[in-house]
């Protein structure tokens, strides 16, 4: 055994020189060359060709594959047994013994003493790993909490999502309740006008019965007028010989409607222009809405026209140059004006509006001083009384208001028009208001009874405005059958009717003289007409393609064909003050 241990070891002398560098911390490790690349074999010149040539095709190869090749990543290899050993003795400071392990090592590798694949173990790196894991908790740390966040969030969603669901379930439910509900409501409704459907028949039938029958009274009425009218006659030529003969025969009483002239043929049917029979007024004397006394309606009488003996000067407006000027604007109401009235004694004046209301302005700064509410549709038309305290108004309502100054508030509700009122006019001397309507009729009341005493029919067309003639009992009209009449309220007939309009007239104003009438259309041209019965109009003018509402004459002019001028409505709610 010892000579074997003998054979094994042996100790040889040996000098080491000492470096400067000794102290230095790098570990230097001795590179083992390897005998056999070292040959010395000599190579001919054909092996060497094809070895350049197997290199090149190697690099080629190799640089194709790098190319298509994944990403290569960098392992750390594990320290050895004696790294791991010359790395501990270094760290602790222990130079001798590392020299001495150095020494003793490098003998034995040179020797051959060492094998270093059963000797030189690979020894795991630890710390490495440990670290390695530690970063592989923490990454996997970190996604733990980005999916549990991701996990809240679809959490979140969710919930969101379904509590939407429920609702737009719930809403579905609900929209099919109330679609069978409304199906069922369909079917019951459409049952219950399939039901109307014969009574509706019944009734168209029974109405054109009664129209028949109707136009069969009103046939039997006037014959038996002129029957009546013939037997009065016949009476009124017996008096006088009754009277000769000494024979007085008291006349029968017939209880009958007052006498109606006979039938004059004109353009249009006035067979039907028959008036209202008056109602019973007893004899009691009452006060009436206008502050006067009367005992029973009876129209007055014409008197005398004042401006007929007058001079009135030129208006200051033709003598001046430039003619017209505005001299103030202002805002009056919401919605467009249908309408202008002026006071008969004071700068006032009214406009009528599609808003439902009436306003009464002080002229020429435009203060507001008073405001009508009561209709309730638009408003057409208004006039004021000659005495100025009173003023009426007409509305697309089918009424008649008139409105007491005084009192500030309305008097009186007159709706007996069955369509909308266009105009109304009161009477220069009596309590006696004229309305016009879309019903094809011209209406009289009497304020102070409270009712219509005549009904004024022969227009094919809307009745648009109405005008008495001053200190008169004619009344001047204007209808969208494009004429213009004049009617005698005593008689109820229609004196004359002008042509020549081509479109719907609008308005017809008087002069204060009463002897000139003028009238605009709804295409913007004016006629002048004489009131003894011209049938050409004296004078044309044009105003443009714009419709005219509204005409009125100037007090103050003297010479006829420029005596009005033209009062446009304002559709965006503005009037204007012409100075004068």
Partial sequence: MEAEHDELFYITEATLEADDDEEDEHVYQEVAVDSASSSDQEEDWDAIVKRVKEKKSQNLNLSVSTTNAPEVTVTQPSEVVDDFVRNFLLRMGMLRTLHCFQTEWYEMAQTGRLRQSADNPSLPDVYSQNRQLDKEVEMTKAEMEHYKEAANIAKQKYVKMKKERDYHRMHHRQSLQEKNKLITDIKRMRKHYSSYEPAMQQLKQKYETATREKMLARLERDKTITELNNLQSTLACLRPLSDNTGRSQPAPVVNAAPRTPAHVPSRY?????????????????????????????????????????????????????????????????????????????????????DD??????????????????????????????????????????????????????????????????????????????????????????DVNGKRCVLTLRGHADSVNSVQFLPYSSVLCSCSADRTVSLWDCR?????????????????AAVNVKADTIASGDSFGH?????????????????????????????????????????????????????AS
């Avoid at 009384?385 to 009186?412: E, N, P, R």
């Avoid at 004196?495 to 308005?507: A, P």
């Avoid at 100037?554 to 003050?577: H, P, R, T, W």
């Fill in 356 to 445: 439902h209301t009436w306003k009464l302005w002080n002229l020429p700064g435009g203060e507001l001083l008073m405001t009508g509410e009561g209709h309730k549709d638009w408003l057409g038309g208004a006039d004021f009384h000659s005495s100025g305290l009173y003023l009426a108004t007409c509305s697309g309502d089918g009424t008649v208001k008139i409105w007491d100054f005084t009192k500030s508030q309305c008097m009186l509700t007159l709706s007996e028009h069955i369509q909308p009122v266009w105009g109304c006019s009161w009477h220069s001397t009596a309590d006696v208001l004229a309305s016009a309507s879309m019903d094809h009729t011209i209406r009289i009341w």
């Fill in 491 to 507: 008689t109820g007939l229609c004196c004359h009717t002008f042509y020549g309009h081509e479109h719907s007239c609008n308005y």
């Fill in 526 to 578: 004016a006629f002048l007409w004489d009131v003894r019965g011209y049938s050409e109009p004296q004078a044309t003018l044009q105003f443009g393609s714009c419709s005219i509402n509204q005409l009125e004459f100037d007090l103050n002019s003297k010479q006829s064909l420029c005596e009005f001028y033209v009062v446009m409505s304002y559709l965006a709610g503005k009037i204007l003050a012409v």
């Fill in 269 to 353: 049917d006035i067979a039907d222009n028959k008036p209202v029979e008056p109602q019973t007024v007893s004899d009691t004397v009452t006060t009436s809405i206008i502050g006067k006394t009367r005992k029973e309606f009876s129209f007055p009488h014409n008197q005398a026209n004042p401006y007929l003996s007058q001079t009135l000067p030129i208006c200051a407006h033709l003598t001046r140059t430039g003619g017209f000027k505005m001299t103030h604007s202002f805002q009056a109401h919401d919605c467009g004006i249908s309408r202008l009235c002026y006071h008969p004694t004071k700068p006032l004046v009214v406009t009528c509006s």
